[in-house]
């Protein structure tokens, strides 16, 4: 339950981009093949932190960031900025600033956005894993929640949609109370992002098209990854992508929507896999 704040030997750095300054954490030899990580709607780097040892003990180097607008990533000006296509400049920025051959990784949205990176130019990568993510716009409950919350950031802010999802979850029975330091943490986060980045983030997950054609034309290795019982995309749904991509296809036991978290060993295991093949 503190894996957030459980980033093992990463340090904290910055790349400075054109017009952006991008936050992140990383670990391992520098000569070592470069990883890049990238993190979901209302997310942040460390959402990887129980990875980040374990891929640079594997002999990787290894890089997790913040998107623009969220946590420790300066924003952009407004809500329309924050498309996959706008935020996969950021990646390939620090892509570039990694070298060559990244093996990039995204996470629910943050495989949308890296999607479109790799769209963009897929010669920068030499495999693109996507993580709890799906082959077009995001539908079912959490899509519900997006529209019911959509309202309550336009009237208060991110302390009204904050305080809106802690009264939600204090009423679902199956909610278990995060401990003080890791809470502390994950409302530090929520209210230090851009309020553009949740408005836009939002449209962009209720409107993204179906790509997975222009993914599979680029010839970049896919992995479509996991967790068994994952409640965001539908499982047949990122099962059939991963035909359609002709990618490898691993779910991962003993975790739903975010693996790094539940089941670090099993999504490392996996990773690793994948790259040496």
Known sequence: MTAQLSTGSARRTTF??????????????????????????????????????????????????????????????????????????????????????????????????????????????????????????????????????EPVLAASGLPGVYAAMQSAALGDPAFVAPPDDLADFLERRFLGGSPQMLQGMADALRTEPDRVDDLAATGVPVLVTHGVDDDAWPIDAQADMAQRLGARYAPIRDAAHSPAIENPTGLATTLVGFWQS
């Open 16 to 149: 400075e981009l054109v017009d952006q300054r991008i936050a992140a954490l990383q670990t391992g030899d520098e000569s070592a093949p470069p990883v890049l990580l990238v993190a979901g709607y209302t997310g942040s780097k460390e959402d990887f932190g129980p990875v980040l040892d374990p891929l640079a003990e594997a002999g990787y180097f290894v890089t997790a960031i913040d998107l623009p607008g969220q946590y420790e990533s300066p924003g952009l000006p407004a809500a329309a900025d924050y498309t996959p296509d706008r935020l996969a400049v950021a990646v390939l920025g620090v892509a570039a600033a990694l070298g060559a051959d990244v093996r990039l990784l995204g996470h629910s949205f943050g495989g949308l956005v890296s999607r479109a990176a790799v769209i963009a130019q897929p010669d920068r990568f030499g495999s693109l894993t996507l993580l709890c993510s799906g082959p077009a716009h995001l539908g079912g409950t959490r899509r519900l929640s997006m529209d019911t919350l």
